[in-house]
């Protein structure tokens, strides 16, 4: 199983980024797929998840400004960032788990955003 990020990078505050997460060695029409963030010196938090029948769910910080979706054709996750703050500095990482699981198991290496 491989998590493959991209899309991180830098860019001013109000604008706007696309995550990608290119999956191998599972499908991710029967996994729980999310993005997680980590800041400097902060735990690790949830920002967005989906299930495998499509449903949604946000952090309060990020709900209304990112968009998490899936191609389950490619395999692959994204977020869509848009009205980027300071705040959403991280390194952002995708996730997975299978439907039976609580916990995700399976990680990527993570992209940076950065925000100024």
């Known amino acids: 199983v491989q998590l493959v990020e991209s899309g991180g990078g830098s860019v001013q505050a109000g604008g706007s980024l696309r995550l990608s997460c290119a999956a191998s060695g599972f499908t991710s029409s029967t996994y729980y797929m999310a993005w997680f963030r980590q800041a400097p010196g902060k735990e690790r938090e949830g920002v967005a998840d989906?299930?495998?029948?499509?449903?949604?769910s946000y952090a309060r910080s990020v709900k209304g400004r990112f968009t998490i979706s899936k191609d389950n054709a490619k395999n692959t996750l994204y977020l869509q960032m848009n009205s980027l703050k300071p705040e959403d500095t991280a390194m952002y990482y995708c996730?997975?788990?299978?439907?039976?699981?609580?916990?995700?198991?399976?990680w990527g290496q993570g992209t940076q955003v950065t925000v100024s």
């Open positions: 996730a997975a788990r299978h439907r039976t699981l609580i916990q995700y198991n399976y």
């Open positions: 989906i299930r495998p029948d499509g449903i949604t």
